[in-house]
């Protein structure tokens, strides 16, 4: 299965904020789209969402029109939406956030083992269960929101800026684990700031600015293009990503 995305355009009012762009996710690889802060990232996982609607073009998941379904088709149709840490609901145990990801999840006992596999992969959680999400470490927030994704049995994960506000230590950890859930043979559209992260675990990558993609190729294409570097992303050459791979 397939993500497709055809000539996409979404209008914030009068303003264009995302115009015209195709592309696709392979089932089982990472796509990234890499961006500066309202560069469109956000409006283009929102949009993909159904949170938000589409001025123009189409985008088609294992054959079906996601402009012409209300959100929570995504989820019962194997998507997931991954947003920052802080979208985990504060109120909420660790454990009842985690259940909210299995709300269209009928059989219990795939619920539990998938909770298993979450504390598995998050051993953290498994020892935050009862405590509430608002006193988890930021780091643990982007754990949760994850986990919570992935117990809803995805095929396709969207994943806005899962970097954000993270240590270094995190963003370290966080790109292992956006791995493992590629060889768990998860689709993942990442979009990110954070071009080392991007880099170091995406097989194909979209420079998005001012609502336009303006490259498209592999991380190893993109180390070569030091005009397109040091103009939308602020990256002097390829000296300074060459560390990554």
């Given at each position: 299965?397939?993500?497709?995305?055809?000539?996409?355009?979404?209008?914030?009012?009068?303003?264009?904020?995302?115009s015209?762009?195709?592309?696709?996710?392979e089932s089982g690889k990472i796509a990234a789209v890499i961006g500066s802060n309202g560069a469109g990232k956000t409006t283009l996982l929102r949009t993909l969402s159904g949170l938000k609607s589409a001025s123009h073009g189409s985008a088609q998941w294992n054959?079906?029109?996601?402009?012409?379904?209300?959100p929570e088709f995504n989820v019962r149709h194997?998507?997931?939406?991954?947003?920052?840490?802080?979208?985990?609901?504060?109120?909420?145990?660790?454990?009842?956030?985690?259940?909210?990801?299995?709300?269209?999840?009928?059989?219990?006992?795939d619920v539990a083992a998938a909770t298993n596999e979450v504390i598995e992969l998050f051993p953290i959680?498994?020892?935050?269960?009862?405590?509430?999400?608002?006193?988890l470490s930021g780091g643990e927030r982007q754990m949760l929101a994850?986990?919570?994704?992935?117990?809803?049995?995805p095929d396709l994960i969207l994943?806005?800026?899962?970097?954000?506000?993270l240590s270094p230590r995190f963003v370290l950890q966080v790109g292992e684990i956006i791995k493992r859930m590629r060889d768990l043979k998860h689709s993942i559209l990442l979009v990110e700031q954070n071009l080392a992260l991007a880099l170091s675990v995406a097989d194909y990558v979209y420079i998005i600015s001012s609502g336009k993609f303006v490259f498209s190729g592999t991380p190893e294409e993109l180390s070569t293009q030091n005009e397109i570097l040091n103009e939308h992303l602020g990256v002097s050459g390829s000296k300074e990503i060459s560390h990554i791979h």
């Amino acid at each position: 299965m397939s993500l497709v995305v055809t000539n996409l355009s979404v209008d914030h009012g009068a303003i264009r904020a995302i115009s015209g762009v195709s592309f696709t996710v392979e089932s089982g690889k990472i796509a990234a789209v890499i961006g500066s802060n309202g560069a469109g990232k956000t409006t283009l996982l929102r949009t993909l969402s159904g949170l938000k609607s589409a001025s123009h073009g189409s985008a088609q998941w294992n054959q079906h029109d996601l402009f012409s379904v209300k959100p929570e088709f995504n989820v019962r149709h194997g998507i997931a939406h991954v947003g920052e840490g802080k979208s985990v609901i504060a109120e909420l145990s660790v454990e009842e956030n985690l259940h909210l990801g299995a709300i269209w999840r009928k059989d219990k006992k795939d619920v539990a083992a998938a909770t298993n596999e979450v504390i598995e992969l998050f051993p953290i959680l498994g020892q935050r269960m009862s405590q509430s999400a608002g006193s988890l470490s930021g780091g643990e927030r982007q754990m949760l929101a994850i986990g919570r994704a992935l117990i809803s049995n995805p095929d396709l994960i969207l994943m806005d800026e899962p970097s954000e506000g993270l240590s270094p230590r995190f963003v370290l950890q966080v790109g292992e684990i956006i791995k493992r859930m590629r060889d768990l043979k998860h689709s993942i559209l990442l979009v990110e700031q954070n071009l080392a992260l991007a880099l170091s675990v995406a097989d194909y990558v979209y420079i998005i600015s001012s609502g336009k993609f303006v490259f498209s190729g592999t991380p190893e294409e993109l180390s070569t293009q030091n005009e397109i570097l040091n103009e939308h992303l602020g990256v002097s050459g390829s000296k300074e990503i060459s560390h990554i791979h």
